[in-house]
């Protein structure tokens, strides 16, 4: 389900909370298993996945063709995206509005991502579902260092990521982040509409600190993010 700007953040949580009920007996995840070529600097999502691409995972509606609601035209497993290798298998969607699909409500967080490398960088392609304000902080990405310091990298509307339904009239650009992927499913294709995954890098201030872990949080607001993938980059050699 998408709305236009013309619906308040609050009037979004409020749709996003009746969602529909969870159905027992749902159908396990089909993840494909992780590629075991896939380099330690594509990191390994696959404890936490809660869809995967093939799901039709956002809440239903009433919007024409919003079965097929998916991400089964993104290439999976190791792929290079804007530059930069991924290992595409599924996603983590994180709501601190309500937000469920026939698996149940989404987790406020998703806590304790792996990573154990030292890096200079890190690139996030991820994406998310429904229209913000401008500048609206949905959610952050939380770095948890070896010698216990944390930053947090916050996820802000419009400056990190927009809406993965590409709307013609609405602007794709973002102030730190880059249009990694474009493509369709059944659902945009019944609107006239696209799609559009965001690659947003982050320098690592602490290069030479080890990152134990990545928190990946959501906000209270009307638009709710989902992660594919993460990417550590390496510190040069001298």
């Known amino acids: 389900m998408h709305l236009n700007l013309n619906c308040s953040a609050s009037l979004l949580a409020v749709l996003l909370s009746v969602g529909y009920s ?12 992780r590629d075991p070529k896939a380099r330690p600097e594509l990191i390994d999502l696959s404890a936490h996945y809660n869809a995967a691409l093939t799901d039709s995972w956002h809440p239903a509606s ?6 097929g609601n998916d991400l089964a035209e993104l290439p999976g497993g190791v ?45 996030f392609l991820h994406g998310t579902g429904f229209v913000d304000r401008e500048g609206q902080k949905i959610g952050s ?16 509307y419009g400056e990190d990521v927009r809406d993965w ?13 880059t249009v990694a992927w474009s493509g369709k499913n059944k659902a ?40 594919i993938a993460i990417t550590a980059e390496s510190p040069r050699k001298p």
Request: charged share 20%.
């Open 22 to 33: 969870p159905a027992s007996g749902a159908e396990p995840l089909k993840i494909p298993p």
């Open 188 to 227: 945009t294709q019944a609107n006239g509409l696209g799609l559009q995954l965001f690659r947003r890098p982050w320098d690592n201030p602490r290069p030479d600190v080890l990152i134990e872990s990545i928190d990946f949080s959501a906000c209270k607001a009307g638009s709710i993010p989902f992660l």
């Open 79 to 123: 792929q290079k995206l804007d530059g930069i290798e991924f290992d595409l298998r599924g996603l983590i969607q994180v709501s601190g509005s309500g937000g469920q699909n026939s698996r149940g409500p989404f987790p406020e967080a998703a806590k304790g991502i792996k990573v154990g490398l030292r890096c200079a960088r890190l690139h």
């Open 62 to 67: 009433n919007m024409a063709g919003e079965t």
């Open 165 to 177: 339904w590409a709307y013609p009239q609405m602007a794709k650009e973002t102030k730190r982040a």
């Open 141 to 156: 990405y939380t770095i948890h260092y070896a010698d216990g310091q944390t930053v947090e990298i916050p996820i802000a």
